[in-house]
């Protein structure tokens, strides 16, 4: 089994729609989880960081970590065409999350105008 | 905010030859910088970590030889490939630490930059 499962997509959906991207893993010491998008031929842009459990909100977005289950989600209100990119969880065991990040494969997002 | 600047953004060589990458932090100090590489749909391995000063954390796998790692000051680490091969071509992508800034819970990502990527196709 892989540390980080992510479903690869790809998900289309219209604009305004509300997008839910998720990734499982199996590393109960992960502690830290962050989402990363990732435009074509770019560099992957932080977007969401969590410690630990629980629920963080940035504007359209909102991450979610259930460590009970493992599982972990971005969800994206109101989405935007520009919202179109790959979107990568990433999580890390190690303090402040910076070291040794584990990304999962990514999900390809585009939305539709 | 940080910046980090990686250069190539793509380069293309014959087999056999040499390319060096360059992971320059612009407006800060990095003690730390992370060399990724990704293939075309797949998630970003981890290579190896370069330290400031001293000699870089590869990991399983990863050939030292092949991937030789320099970070000589607190702004730039490179990635050499040498004598590169078509099974090396990939997205190779760097990150960087802040240096000075240990990080919180609620801070800790913004420790961590990742450049724009380089696109290297060996023929």
């Known amino acids: 089994q892989k540390e980080v499962e992510q479903d690869p997509g790809p998900l289309s959906v219209p604009e305004g729609a509300i997008v839910s991207l998720n990734c499982t893993y199996s590393?109960?010491?992960?502690?830290?989880f962050m989402w990363y998008r990732q435009y074509s031929r770019k560099g992957p842009e932080l977007l969401m960081y969590?410690?630990?459990?629980g629920n963080k909100e940035d504007g359209r977005f909102t991450a979610q970590v259930d460590k009970s289950s493992k599982y972990i989600s971005l969800f994206i209100r109101d989405s935007q065409p520009s919202d179109s990119a790959t979107y990568l969880c990433a999580m890390s065991a190690g303090e402040g999350g910076s070291e040794k990040l584990v990304f999962g494969k990514g999900t390809k997002l585009t939305v539709n105008p | 905010g940080a910046v980090v600047s990686q250069h190539p953004s793509r380069v293309i060589c014959k087999s056999g030859t040499s390319v060096k990458i360059e992971c320059r932090s612009l407006d800060f100090q990095a003690t730390t910088m992370f060399w990724y590489r990704q293939f075309p749909k797949q998630s970003l391995m981890l290579m190896a970590t370069s330290n400031e000063g001293s000699k870089a954390t590869y990991e399983q796998g990863v050939e030292k030889d092949k991937f030789l790692i320099n970070h000589a000051s607190l702004t730039l680490s490179t990635l050499t490939v040498t004598s590169a091969h078509p099974e090396d071509s990939s997205f190779y992508i760097c990150s960087a630490r802040v240096a000075g800034i240990r990080p919180t819970s609620d801070s800790g990502a913004n420790v961590l930059t990742f450049g724009a990527g380089s696109r290297l196709t060996v023929l």
């Open positions: 969590t410690y630990s459990s």
């Open positions: 590393n109960s010491a992960f502690q830290y």
